[in-house]
């Protein structure tokens, strides 16, 4: 089953959200702050966090954080409506997709589950890509020197360092490795990448380019893989080739 860990200090919001979710199959844990999350994850792992923005004490963008520097486990944060800088940074620090309150429970399940299919977390299928006569098909995607496993969700520098990146930079990246050479807009990319379409003022590409770009460049301000299409959007310029791993998957 999987465990969901709810932080909110707002006791009918864990109240509400913990019937909802255990109806929905999940085994749910709420907790109220900062100090209750650290008590629960050393107790053992949990599948994702459903994280507040505004907490007592230690706030949700400093408990990201630090989730990040610990665990890889999937994080959706929740944020004041309207609040764009938090949601921006949120997703600086890691979140993998974030909702605004108030908040529909329906589209937080749909948000779940995009999540843990993304990361691998559920016993759906994994997304879907192109055909195996495509170039950018295959366990393994070379390119530019860099190796991106795809079922391990590993990506390894041309020095053979990995190199850790979240859920949503793993997806985003993978939108991009197979469509390369291609002009995605802001919208395609979120589409491929999140499986769902942005609203007006929604940067979370924008954010996600930006981190694979420190991550991935030699220089982030002027970058030779990732670049910026002026009115298009990005495009990945660089060949991808694509191979199978003939190793059992662990």
Same mark, same amino acid.
């Given at each position: 089953?999987?465990? &969901?860990? &709810? ?24 907790? =109220? ?56 940074? =949120? ?37 879907? =890509? ?74 979370? &590409? ?45």
């Amino acid at each position: 089953m999987t465990h &969901i860990l &709810i932080v909110d200090d707002d006791p009918e919001i864990c109240a509400l959200l913990t019937q909802f979710l255990t109806a929905q199959g999940f085994e749910v844990t709420a907790v =109220g702050d900062g100090q209750a999350l650290r008590h629960r994850l050393d107790a053992g792992a949990v599948d994702l966090v459903i994280l507040d923005l505004m907490l007592p004490g230690e706030d949700g963008l400093s408990l990201c954080r630090h989730l990040r520097t610990i665990t890889g486990t999937p994080i959706i944060m929740l944020t004041a409506m309207g609040s764009e800088t938090d949601r921006v940074v =949120g997703l600086e620090m890691g979140a993998d997709d974030y909702l605004a309150k108030p908040f529909s429970t329906r589209e937080l399940l749909a948000r779940i589950r995009a999540v843990l299919r993304r990361t691998g977390q559920s016993n759906s299928s994994p997304p879907t =890509g192109p055909t195996d006569d495509s170039a950018q098909a295959g366990d393994v995607l070379d390119f530019s020197g860099w190796t991106l496993d795809v079922l391990r969700r590993r990506l390894s520098s041309p020095d053979g360092v990995l190199v850790e990146v979240t859920s949503g930079e793993f997806d985003l990246l993978l939108a991009f490795l197979r469509h390369p050479h291609q002009v995605l807009s802001r919208d395609q990319l979120l589409d491929l990448s999140r499986g769902r379409v942005s609203g007006p003022f929604d940067r979370t &590409i924008d954010v996600q380019v930006g981190r694979l770009r420190r991550k991935m460049e030699a220089d982030a301000r002027n970058p030779e893989l990732f670049k910026t299409v002026r009115g298009g959007g990005y495009v990945l310029a660089t060949d991808v080739r694509g191979r199978h791993d003939p190793r059992p998957k662990k």
